[in-house]
């Protein structure tokens, strides 16, 4: 529905193709969890080649031949799941012909919804609010929480929750990581873990550096691992007739729900990831009139959240919101002004300096993965005195995920960002270990950050994979 190729076409009046010949014939590339190649629509333009050459500085994708016979492909012509490709997606958001695209898992979710045996939950991304009605023609950085929820719930879903709710528990887990890291002399600086295109492109790329990872899950991890656990034993079911879907504003996301680590239950964590894109597309399908949907809100206790799990939707967004627990808990004094400005903005690296009680934390945040690479090879050459570091694998973070609608340009993204402020200005909790939910779901099911019980359901490790 965004081919480039075909509105030009319209615009300047092509209506007949007049020079006929071969056509090129190749195979579709479905090998990936997470992106479908089909090289019969490719038309050469090298966008997608400089995307991933250029701007994540990972050269997945390279012209293959000569003349006739030039074919845009992956190394050695093998599939994308058999290269060093990371599943960031940003080669959708940039094709004019529909040449690459998300893998849709579309009619399984359908198929979910129609099956009376499986109660299908949802879970929303913090991007998402903030960029499915531009998906549906609305403004730019338009917020839609509630039309969104009301939404969902007319598509079928049983419970609709939000992954913010996860994103306060992982900034409990990582926070208390952090200290721990601090106060123990564990690998430093510690880098988060939520962004599962970065993590893909450490393990291929700087293996050497994985002690640094934080172990913990990635916000949509989390979430699956508590509702096939702690809210199926609330509800009275089995982990595997829970069905969850996410909403994400990232293809890498399809991926990470397919790792086989990703099994807290027994189950997957996740059974299903939809781009916001296809997310309108489902709207669209069923006749839904986004525009008119009453505002409604997110069901409890998975959907209550905060201000910090809002932001991290934007980079710089995950620090922020670490900093604002890690302060409090180290002070035990409370935080006058809540906005670290320092990390926010699109400047591709950004570095600052926090003081907890007496003891100065530097930080740095990187979003696209070239910049990561400059953060990165600081610190294995020992120039990054850093504690902690925040990396986003697509460029403005999550709100210019591959999964987000497009066309995408700088503006855009900082439409998006500053709506995802407002987002965080107006909720009445802004501060992740102040969420009542995450605090009863420690009381009743995990006891305390860190813990036993956290690590077997919240926490994995990472594995190094080939360079090429």
């Known amino acids: ?16 193709v007049r020079y006929q010949g071969p056509k090129r014939s190749a195979a579709k590339d479905a ?23 250029e701007v994540q500085e990972v050269a997945a994708l390279g012209y293959v031949g000569r003349g006739w016979d030039t074919m845009v492909l992956p190394l050695f012509d093998r599939g994308l799941a058999e290269v060093a490709c990371v599943n960031c997606g940003q080669c959708t958001t940039v094709c004019p ?13 359908w198929d979910a919804l129609g099956d009376p045996n499986k109660h299908v939950i949802v879970q929303t991304a913090p991007a998402v609010r903030v960029s499915v009605a531009e998906a549906l023609g609305m403004p730019v950085g338009t917020i839609a929480t509630g039309k969104m929820v009301a939404g969902l719930r007319r598509l079928g879903f049983d419970r609709v929750f939000d992954t913010d709710f996860a994103a306060d528990l992982t900034i409990i887990e990582e926070g208390h990581e952090l200290l721990e890291r601090l106060n123990s002399g564990g690998t430093l600086p510690l880098i988060t873990s939520c962004s599962p295109g970065w993590i893909k492109f450490c393990e291929h790329f700087y293996p050497d550096l994985l002690p640094h990872l934080s172990t913990c899950k990635s916000p949509q991890q989390m979430f699956g691992a508590v509702a096939k656990t702690y809210y199926a034993e609330k509800k009275g079911l089995k982990p595997e007739d829970i069905y969850v879907v996410s909403i994400m504003p990232c293809t890498a996301k399809k991926f990470e729900a397919q790792r086989p680590e990703m099994t807290a239950s027994g189950v997957a964590d996740v059974d299903a990831v939809l781009t916001t894109r296809e997310l309108a597309r489902m709207f669209k399908e069923a006749g839904i009139d986004f525009a008119t949907l009453p505002d409604e809100e997110y069901d409890a ?20 919101a670490a900093l604002r627990t890690v302060y409090e808990v180290v002070t035990g004094e409370t935080l006058e002004t809540l906005d670290f400005t320092e990390v926010r903005g699109l400047e ?20 696209g993965l070239a910049n990561a690479k400059k953060v990165l090879e600081r610190i294995k ?6 504690q ?3 990396i986003m694998c697509c460029p403005g973070g999550c709100i210019g995920g591959g999964g987000q609608p497009i066309p995408v340009d700088r503006e855009k993204r900082a439409a998006r960002i500053k709506a995802i402020y407002e987002v965080d200005a107006s909720m009445p909790m802004r501060k992740s270990h102040e969420n009542p939910a995450v605090v009863t779901l420690y009381q009743e099911f995990l006891g305390k950050p860190l813990s036993e019980k956290s690590h077997e359901l919240l926490h994995t490790h990472y594995t190094p994979r080939p360079r090429f």
């Open 1 to 16: 529905g965004n081919c480039e190729l075909q509105t030009l076409a319209h615009d300047l009046g092509v209506r007949e």
């Open 31 to 53: 090998s990936s969890p997470a992106i479908v190649r089909d090289p019969e629509k490719c038309i050469l333009c090298g966008r997608c080649v400089r995307m991933c050459g």
């Open 97 to 109: 012909t529909g040449a690459i695209t998300e893998k849709s898992y579309v009619d399984e979710v």
């Open 301 to 320: 206790p998975l959907g209550i959240s905060t201000g910090a799990g809002a932001i991290f939707g934007a980079t710089g967004g995950v620090m922020e």
């Open 348 to 367: 591709g690296v950004k570095e600052a300096s926090v003081d907890l009680n007496g003891k100065t934390v530097k930080v740095a945040v990187a979003h």
């Open 381 to 386: 050459a020992g120039e990054g005195d850093w």
């Open 388 to 390: 902690f570091v925040e």
